[in-house]
């Protein structure tokens, strides 16, 4: 057949008019433009030797996204995005770029604290709902900026609640919103919104064996980011409840392995600490080896079987307050008050 056209008159096809937006379409779209500017797009570097001429010079390491918190100029993102970094440079919706200092962290929550210094023409700071009053199968939005692809808008609904998720260093990190609006690398750390543009949650990890959004994604929920990130503007670092004891996560499945049973062993109580005064007993070292003291196996009625459950599970509560915990103690179960002190 031979190429080229046939000489047959031809012209560009009518439009179809559209009609109007649907209106879940243009309420999203409004929640998009009215929060994309809360939204940030986060740099790093670290700084490498080289280890033959000795020089230092500074090279990418990754990307994240983060939000504005306030009108001071504090960002919140991910502990992991920063983490390993020297530098960090946010970048705002309009262009601008801004070298970040970092204010604080809390690992336990995988939440940090940057601060820019911006000028009159401030971004919003991201409006604050909460997530006490969260249901499965409420809208969910993430905005963010996956594989360096900047202000990307996802939705889905809300999985579900409450869930936990294990860290590699084996912080356990409680009171997870799953969501299955996609998640993928470069979001962790930008908002997860409901329907009204609140912040509901920050997006900190996905499930999936390929690195690749599963439809399985993760947000520190805002009543926990609300009670953390204030404390570390304040004070550098988040100061966690404690019961003054000493404890082993290794330790800990070992001894609870030998008896038969779910809990935490206290190994020490710290003199004069909370946990002395409300009467706790460690363990006792002799020749033949340990005697257990007091093993913890609920708080506040909620079951307690490892070490980091028990952190997280104090994490719910604030420095003065009072808990309640079942204790084992030579094979008797008991209540202990312990008023809560700052931790280290």
Known sequence: MPAGGGGEPASARIVTPRGDLAA???????LFEKSKDSVVYITTKQQVMDVWTRNVFTVPRGTGSGFIWDDAGHVVTNMHVIEGSNEAQVRLSDGRDYKAALVGVSPAHDIAVLKIGVGFKRPPAVPIGSSRDLKVGQKAFAIGNPFGLDWSLTTGIVSALDRSLTEENGVTIEHLIQTDAPINPGNSGGPLLDSA?????INTAIYSPSGANAGIGFAVPVDTVNRVVPQIIRQGRYVRPALGIEVDEGLNQRLTAQMQLEGVVVLRVTPGSAAAAAGLQGAVMSREGIKTGDVIV?????????????????????VGDTVRMSVL?????????????PGS
């Open 298 to 318: 609920a708080l506040e009625g909620r079951p307690v079987d490892s070490v980091g459950k028990l952190l997280a599970r104090l994490d719910d509560y604030k």
């Open 197 to 201: 543009g609140r912040l509901i949650g």
């Open 24 to 30: 879940d379409e243009k309420s999203t779209i409004e």
């Open 329 to 341: 103690r030579d094979g008797d179960k008991r209540d202990v008050s312990v008023t809560l002190q």
